[in-house]
């Protein structure tokens, strides 16, 4: 019984750790990060911001039935994938915010929504991190991918 009793705020920061990393109506988050999601709907979209322990945001997902972000060709980055799925990078400018790099894309998901995809990164190896992370974001992780898809 003791022992019990002395498991428990371990078993609830573990089953907190794992609830953090889903929120419903936004992807799976990468298996092994320490991010959490800060999830709110309205309006039938759904707002998530990946979150750090300090707080601080690592990426953000819009996703509804449409998105007010509109790629423009000459903003073309890096070609990635996210879910599976091809994408394009865009180079966002940070008027406020001159020396950090930022990147947005729109994914077609399967249900007919979209989902926009943002992230700042203060160098090119952090750029390359958030993503790979956000190459690792699950949409529907029950959805098989099929080749050529």
């Not at 979209?45 to 790629?71: K, M, N, T």
């Amino acid at each position: 019984m003791n022992k019990t009793v002395s498991c428990l705020p371990f078993l609830l920061l573990v089953a907190s750790a794992a609830h953090a990393q889903t929120a419903p109506g936004c992807p799976q988050l990468p298996a092994g990060t320490d991010l959490i999601w800060e999830h709110r709907n309205t309006n039938g979209s759904d707002f998530c911001r990946a979150l750090r322990v300090d707080g601080s945001e690592a990426f953000g997902v819009y996703i509804a039935a449409d998105s007010p972000f509109e790629p423009k060709r000459g903003n073309r980055e890096e070609a990635g994938t996210v879910d599976g799925r091809e994408v394009q990078w865009y180079r966002a400018e940070l008027v406020t915010k001159p020396d950090i790099e930022a990147r947005e894309t729109l994914i077609e998901l399967d249900d007919g929504r979209v989902a926009h995809i943002w992230l700042q990164a203060p160098s090119g190896e952090q750029l390359r991190n958030a993503l790979d992370l956000t190459g690792r974001l699950e949409f529907s992780p029950d959805r098989q991918v099929v080749a050529g898809q």
